[in-house]
């Protein structure tokens, strides 16, 4: 089963270019997560999705953007890197608000 | 603000017990969760806790009291793959998880 898929793995940026993150989930899940991870830090959710057509900001949106125009497909952009944002990024997806998330295996990236 | 405070490191013996707080204070609380990760990779589900008491699922156990804001992870028979950070986190009023920046748990023979 291959669950929750991101891609790329790591990727190395500029300072200013942009990317879109992918993350796709082959669950039937409602509910998507953007996540980073940074060293000595808990979890930040940076957006959040309750089903296909729908986001909603988390605790740290500054600077991404996402769309889930399918149910699948969960995107997170960057308009214009800064190295603040190198860091490990997690997307997760569950059933329902209340389930367990099951997280994809992350992407790394690094804004020089 | 919210907060969840775990320790940074702990190190145990294969074969030992050991046990792996959490205390929280959020606003609200919907449950408590517990979430394995080993290095460079994805998180696990664990365990979920959301009435007072444990919770008991093979070798590992999650214990939580809501009235002291407070939830353990108790690992028995420690195995060397059990070499892992250790998530904790909670949802709060707004069903969001809050979570706390884990504990590194190192397993020596």
């Known amino acids: 089963n291959a669950g929750v898929t991101q891609t790329p793995k790591f990727r190395v940026l500029k300072t200013g270019q942009s990317m879109t993150l992918l993350c796709a989930q082959d669950?039937?899940?409602?509910?998507m997560y953007w996540y980073r991870q940074d060293p000595g830090m808990g979890l930040r959710l940076i957006h959040y999705?309750?089903?296909?057509?729908?986001?909603a900001k988390g605790e740290v949106p500054d600077g991404y953007n996402v769309s889930r125009l399918k149910k699948q497909n969960f995107l997170l952009g960057l308009e214009s890197a800064a190295p603040s944002q190198t860091s490990v990024y997690f997307c997760?997806?569950?059933?329902?608000?209340?389930?367990?998330?099951?997280f994809g295996d992350g992407t790394r990236l690094s804004i020089l | 603000g919210q907060n969840i405070d775990q320790p940074t490191e702990m190190t145990a013996t294969e074969g030992a017990i050991v046990q792996i707080n959490c205390t929280y204070q959020?606003?609200?609380?919907?449950?408590l969760f517990w979430y394995q990760q080993h290095a460079g990779e994805a998180p696990t589900f664990l365990s979920y806790?959301?009435l007072d008491g444990l919770e008991e699922k093979g070798r590992f156990s999650s214990f939580l009291s809501r009235s002291k804001g407070y939830s353990y992870l108790l690992l028995k028979e420690l195995q060397m793959k059990d070499s892992a950070s250790y998530l904790c986190?909670?949802?709060?009023?707004?069903?969001?998880?809050?979570w706390g920046a884990g504990t590194k748990l190192i397993i020596k023979p």
């Open positions: 986190a909670v949802r709060d009023s707004n069903y969001q998880l809050i």
């Open positions: 999705s309750v089903g296909e057509g729908t986001t």
């Open positions: 997760a997806s569950s059933e329902t608000e209340s389930a367990p998330q099951h």
């Open positions: 959020t606003s609200g609380f919907n449950g």
């Open positions: 669950m039937n899940h409602e509910y």
């Open positions: 806790n959301v």
